[in-house]
């Protein structure tokens, strides 16, 4: 039979917080949310909490870097709740998303080295004006041919936001100019590779913001270690998680939900997140 976990070791709100850099009020805010369980009480209502409160903020504190604040909130809760399969579920979508990130970088990375060199534009033809706004700049049939595709493919990609063409102010025709020209063979690459118009926009985006291809390399070796360290941090996330359930499933003989979860759900409040202070004297 599970030993009574709730008569461990006594702990007091500001036990847990001075370990963790926080203030008592996030830890009663943290048992609010369902992150901890529900506390002990002493006949003068103070709470008690345990080594069973310190293990799940751990592993709450420990899953926040990987999986981020909202669903290191719903995976404790679950625990706390007996819901440990979604938990473990809740676990699998971190990945799933880390996995998806990844194909995205790979992605990108392959259809940079796809890009050749750019080749100068064609000069305009048919009813189209010879003269052109800048340097480099093309109009949509010579972009069209240049990449081997139809203008109205380049007009769709104009409404999901992949190019961006100004419209020359005499004529009305669209006029590609060098970054233009860019977008729309890198979403050439990225439609090449299977991926959908929404999947590509925010990738032009990041391009963009980097202000090219070749300040785009730092990006995404920056890229790269922060999909490394978001790995790492779910690792850590999940050996915390693992001990705060090994200890949990303990203490109601690993079967059934037990006492924990008959904690009645709360609704998350707002100071939860924001650390707003409550005025709380137990």
Not at 70 to 91: H, K, P, W
Not at 155 to 177: I, K, M, N
Not at 213 to 229: F, K, V
Not at 262 to 267: D, T
Request: glycine letters at 12%; hydrophobic letters at 40%.
């Amino acid at each position: 039979m599970g030993r009574n976990l709730q008569s461990g070791d006594r702990l007091r709100p500001v036990d847990l917080a001075r370990g963790h850099g926080l203030s008592t009020q996030a830890i009663r805010n943290y048992e609010e949310a369902g992150i901890l369980p529900a506390a002990g009480r002493t006949p003068h209502g103070y709470r008690i909490y345990t080594s069973l409160h310190a293990g799940a903020l751990r592993a709450f504190l420990a899953l926040v870097p990987g999986h981020g604040h909202q669903a290191a909130t719903s995976i404790l809760r679950a625990v706390n709740q007996g819901a440990v399969d979604e938990a473990l579920r809740l676990i699998d979508e971190g990945h799933v998303q880390l996995l998806d990130d990844r194909r995205t970088l790979q992605a990108v990375e392959s259809a940079l080295r796809d890009l050749g060199p750019a080749t100068a534009p064609e000069p305009g033809t048919g009813s189209e004006p010879a003269a052109l706004s800048g340097p480099g700049s093309t109009f949509i049939g010579p972009l069209a041919d240049r990449l081997g595709i139809r203008p109205a493919t380049l007009r769709a990609w104009e409404r999901a936001g992949l190019v961006r063409p100004h419209r020359d102010p005499r004529t009305g025709y669209r006029v590609y100019d060098e970054a233009d020209a860019r977008d729309a063979r890198l979403a050439h690459q990225l439609r090449r590779g299977g991926y959908l118009l929404e999947q590509i926009a925010p990738l032009i985006a990041q391009v963009r913001a980097a202000g090219g291809l070749e300040p785009l390399e730092a990006a995404l070796c920056d890229w790269h270690g922060r999909l490394s360290a978001r790995g790492r941090a779910m690792l850590a996330g999940a050996a915390e998680l693992e001990a705060y359930l090994r200890v949990h499933l303990e203490g109601h003989g690993g079967d059934g939900p037990g006492v924990l979860a008959q904690a009645p759900a709360v609704k998350e409040p707002l100071s939860v997140r924001t650390g707003a202070r409550m005025v709380e004297s137990r």
